[in-house]
């Protein structure tokens, strides 16, 4: 089992910054993929970005040119840069993890969500 625990949410203006984290936890070996998805209310969720072991990065349009992921390997960790955020940009932000063992396959995890508000 991996455990994600998320941090950094929270209520910004528009034009403001902010960072949100997310640490794996457990039988994090054969950890792929890592990433960051979004759901606004009565929305589908979606894709912000996403981050490979080897630091290939894919990010939604509509977040290029603002937003920036991280990751550091050693502790299990992806991080969001949030900047020049935008009231569209309000949301729970879920972070996830793939992982793939011979023994296991593919697995994939989420955390908890964390709430983002841009306030005009």
């Known amino acids: 089992q991996v455990q994600l625990v998320e941090s950094g949410g929270g209520l910004v203006q528009a034009g403001g910054s902010l960072r949100l984290s997310c640490a794996a936890s457990?039988?994090?070996?054969?950890?792929?993929?890592m990433g960051w998805y979004r759901q606004a209310p009565g929305k589908e969720r979606e894709l912000v970005a996403t981050?490979?072991?080897?630091?290939?990065?894919n990010y939604a349009d509509s977040v290029k040119g603002r937003f920036t992921v991280s990751r550091d390997n050693a502790k299990n960790s992806v991080y969001l840069q949030m900047n020049s955020l935008k009231p569209g940009d309000t949301a729970v932000y879920y972070c996830?993890?793939?992982?793939?063992?011979?023994?296991?396959?593919?697995?994939?995890?989420w955390g908890q969500g964390t709430h983002v508000t841009v306030s005009s």
């Open positions: 996830k993890i793939t992982l793939w063992t011979w023994l296991e396959g593919t697995r994939e995890y």
């Open positions: 981050i490979t072991s080897g630091g290939s990065t």
């Open positions: 457990g039988s994090t070996f054969g950890t792929t993929i």
